[in-house]
């Protein structure tokens, strides 16, 4: 747990569709009826891409004392959400790797998503126009004029942007029981240790293909 780069707690959150034109949020508001795949295209892709589940990190297989810390660790962020499960199954998975310093040695480790079934969901996206590095060297500037370049970056970008809860339900991270949260109560139904308990992501998740057009 110390390893890991985590979000901060109680870090604020940005709605999603807050950080776009009056235009594009109107488009976004919209998304179930143009950003979703046919379910039967969805299935067929699952299939052709042999995809049965996402990813989860091997530390936290079988391990739920320790997937629970995980997960109260995302809550704290405000990252997440408790939903029941319902026979509903996970569509992403958290997994970590290593991260480098400014030097390139791995200190931390920093918290990826598998989100490869969920993108399965969504139409592909659009394409996305970045400059490469070669086109530093094509800007031009008058022989009299001071030329400035500057770097940013924002920690756990994707993170901060928040998902409304329908949309957030798609992306349902792994079941647990609810013993194993200390919870008796859930979206106002009283459950037993047993119930299944299906954690959703309240923001942006790392992975996801069209996390980057918002971006």
């Not at 042999?50 to 990190?57: E, F, I, K, S, T």
């Not at 329908?166 to 647990?176: M, N, R, S, V």
């Amino acid at each position: 747990k110390e390893l890991v780069s985590w979000p901060s707690v109680n870090q604020s959150h940005v709605m999603l569709r807050d950080c776009l034109g009056r235009a594009d949020q109107e488009w976004f508001r919209e998304w179930r009826t143009h950003m979703l795949r046919p379910v039967a295209e969805a299935r067929a892709l699952r299939t052709d891409f042999g995809l049965r589940r996402p990813y989860v990190d091997p530390s936290l297989l079988g391990r739920p004392r320790t997937y629970a810390v995980v997960l109260f660790r995302l809550k704290d962020s405000n990252m997440l959400r408790w939903t029941l499960a319902n026979g509903r199954s996970h569509s992403v998975a958290p997994f970590f790797v290593g991260k480098k310093n400014v030097v390139g040695e791995k200190t931390k480790q920093r918290l990826i998503f598998d989100t490869r079934l969920v993108n399965l969901f969504f139409e592909d996206p659009p394409s996305t126009r970045l400059a490469s590095a070669g086109a530093m060297s094509r800007i031009e500037t008058n022989s009299d004029m001071d030329f400035y370049i500057a770097s940013g970056d924002l920690e756990c970008c994707f993170y901060h942007l928040h998902l409304d809860d329908e949309l957030g339900e798609l992306f349902t991270l792994p079941a647990i029981r609810a013993q194993w949260l200390g919870l008796t109560q859930v979206q106002g139904t009283t459950g037993t240790v047993d119930t299944l308990i299906l954690p959703c992501l309240s923001i942006l998740p790392m992975g996801r293909s069209l996390s980057r057009i918002h971006i």
